[in-house]
């Protein structure tokens, strides 16, 4: 009998054990899932209008709007006459089409996108492996000589002008340099000493041996040359442009023949 009230009375003690075991942990575990209710509140309330469906349809109509309004711009007439005007000045950059602006349209082209503009119309643009030598003398009128320099700025690569030597021989440096100097002035009478002056940029040479290689007797000549050998002389009072002309029908190159120098 005392053996059977002592089981009786360990069973009830593990029964109790057990049960405030199991208390604590269901306490626990609602905490938990509490604490995780109220932080998903606090994060849904915090966020509510970036995730809210009327924010989003808010949102969506805004895209909708901004995108039918570029779409609007890149159809208008406004837009697509500025998109033509760029495709002729890129085909006469690639391709050497002659510009055919309306009137005001160029100047108004010129004034915003200048450094384009440029470098659009219809250049020589020589390899690496070409040059171009101009070979004149003092003895030459310097309005000849400056229509040269202005021309030669429609050719972009490796072009020289080339003397047989110095302004009153090569014992004084001075002369020679003078002259070179005001001949690359774009005005003559600009002053040095009182403002910038505008600029030819070309470079003078003074090399008698090119002189004797092309066997120039007489100036103004033109010498094109190329690295494997290839060179062309035009020589005669006529412009750059004409020279150039001349030596296009010869290597048969329409850069040369399809200028407006």
């Known amino acids: 009998m005392f053996l059977f009230y002592r089981l009786r009375f360990r069973i009830f003690l593990l029964m109790v054990l057990f049960l405030s075991g199991a208390s604590v942990s269901l306490s626990s575990t609602y905490e938990d899932i509490q604490s995780l209710e109220n932080r998903a509140k606090e994060v849904a309330e915090q966020y509510k209008d970036v995730i809210s469906p009327e924010l989003k349809e808010k949102k969506k109509e805004e895209y909708k709007d901004k995108a039918k309004k570029l779409y609007d711009f890149y159809k208008s007439s406004e837009f697509q006459a500025r998109v033509e005007r760029y495709k002729k000045e890129l085909e006469k950059l690639f391709f050497g089409k002659p510009l055919k602006a309306e009137k005001g349209e160029k100047e108004k082209f010129y004034r915003y996108y200048s450094d384009f503009y440029k470098y659009s119309q219809n250049f020589l643009v020589l390899n690496d492996d070409e040059a171009i030598y101009v070979f004149v003398s003092s003895s030459m009128s310097d309005e000849v000589i400056k229509a040269y320099l202005s021309s030669s700025e429609k050719i972009i690569g490796n072009i020289s002008f080339v003397l047989r030597g110095g302004v009153g021989g090569l014992t ?72 150039l002309q001349r030596i296009g029908k010869a290597i048969k190159d329409d850069r040369f023949t399809e200028n407006d120098l």
Not at 192 to 221: G, H, S
């Open 172 to 243: 004084y440096l001075r002369p020679t340099v003078e002259w070179v100097v005001n001949l690359l002035k774009k005005d003559s009478s600009c002053n040095f000493l009182q403002e910038e002056c505008e600029m030819y940029e070309r470079e003078f040479l003074i090399d008698p041996f090119l002189f004797r290689k092309y066997e120039v007797k007489a100036v103004p000549c033109i010498v094109y040359e190329k690295k494997n050998d290839v060179s062309v002389i035009s020589c005669g009072a006529v412009s750059l442009g004409r020279h």
